[in-house]
C-alpha cells in the first residue's frame, strides 16, 4: 500500500492512519520512506514548533482529520497535523536514528508545554486540538513524561462539558470518539457510553457515500464494542 504522498504531510498521514485503522499489510521499504520524509519536515517553515510542517499543498487546501472535520490551515491546523504526524511515525515504528531523533525532539517539546492551566484541565490550547494529542500519546509516548496526568485531567474535562444531545462542548464529535475508541480505561468507557444513543443510531443504518462518512460509521460500532 503506498503511504507516502510528497504534495502533502496531510494525505500522507491519512494513508499511514487509514492503514493501521484497516489493518492493510504495508512493507517495510514504504515504511521506511513515509517515515523519513516526515521526519525531514521537522521545524520546516510553517510547523508548529518543533512539530512537522504542513507542505505548500496543505497550505492551499486547507487540513481534514480522519474523520473528516476541516480544521483549515491556520495555527490549530498546524499543531493537529504535527501532533497526527508523531503519532504515524510511532505506528510506522521504523529504526532509524534521523527518525528517532526528530521524535526525541518532538516529544520534549510536547512534554515542555504542559505546564500550569494545560495540565489542570488536560486539554492542549483548546478541545479541537485536544483528541489529536490523546492520539499521540495513545501510539506510545516514552516513560516518565505527563502524559498519563494530562490524559486524566482531559477525560474529565470532557466529562464536565457533556451536552443532553450525546456531544460535548468544544470537543469535535467524530474525532473525539476516534480517540475515545482507543482507550480502555473506566473514564473514557463512561464517555463512550455518553455518545452510545448517537452512535446506535448511526449504526442503525447504511453508512452515507464516501470515505470520511464511513470512517465515522466504523468508529461508531467500535465505540459500541467498548461499551
Not at 25 to 47: C, F, M, N
Not at 68 to 85: C, F, I, M, P, T
Not at 95 to 115: C, E, I, N, P
Request: charged share 25%; glycine share 10%; with cysteine.
Amino acid at each position: 500500500m503506498a503511504l507516502l504522498d510528497e504534495s502533502s504531510l496531510a494525505a500522507t498521514v491519512d494513508a499511514v492512519n487509514a492503514a493501521f485503522f484497516y489493518g492493510k499489510k504495508t512493507t517495510k521499504a514504504e515504511r521506511q520512506r513515509t517515515a523519513r520524509w516526515i521526519a525531514s519536515r521537522q521545524g520546516l517553515p510553517g510547523a508548529y514548533g518543533d512539530m512537522f510542517a504542513p507542505t505548500e499543498k496543505d497550505r492551499a487546501e486547507g487540513v481534514r482529520i480522519f474523520t473528516g472535520q476541516a480544521v483549515g490551515s491556520g495555527g490549530g491546523a498546524r499543531h493537529v497535523l504535527g501532533g497526527e504526524a508523531c503519532r504515524a511515525l510511532r505506528l510506522l515504528d521504523v529504526r532509524d536514528a534521523a527518525v528517532q531523533k526528530a521524535l526525541d525532539r518532538a516529544t520534549s517539546f510536547m512534554a515542555g508545554r504542559m505546564t500550569g492551566a494545560t495540565m489542570a484541565r488536560g486539554m492542549y490550547c483548546c478541545g479541537r486540538c485536544t483528541p489529536s494529542v490523546w492520539r499521540h500519546i495513545l501510539a506510545g509516548m516514552p516513560e516518565g513524561g505527563p502524559w498519563e496526568e494530562f490524559m486524566e485531567a482531559g477525560l474529565r474535562t470532557l466529562k464536565k462539558s457533556r451536552l443532553g444531545t450525546g456531544k460535548w462542548r468544544f470537543f469535535p464529535f467524530h474525532y473525539t470518539l476516534l480517540a475515545l475508541s482507543e482507550m480502555d480505561s473506566p473514564a473514557a468507557v463512561e464517555q463512550m457510553r455518553h455518545a452510545a444513543p448517537l452512535c446506535e443510531r448511526t449504526v442503525a443504518r447504511k453508512p452515507r457515500p464516501g470515505e470520511y462518512a464511513r470512517r465515522q460509521w466504523l468508529v461508531a460500532e467500535r465505540v459500541l464494542g467498548k461499551c
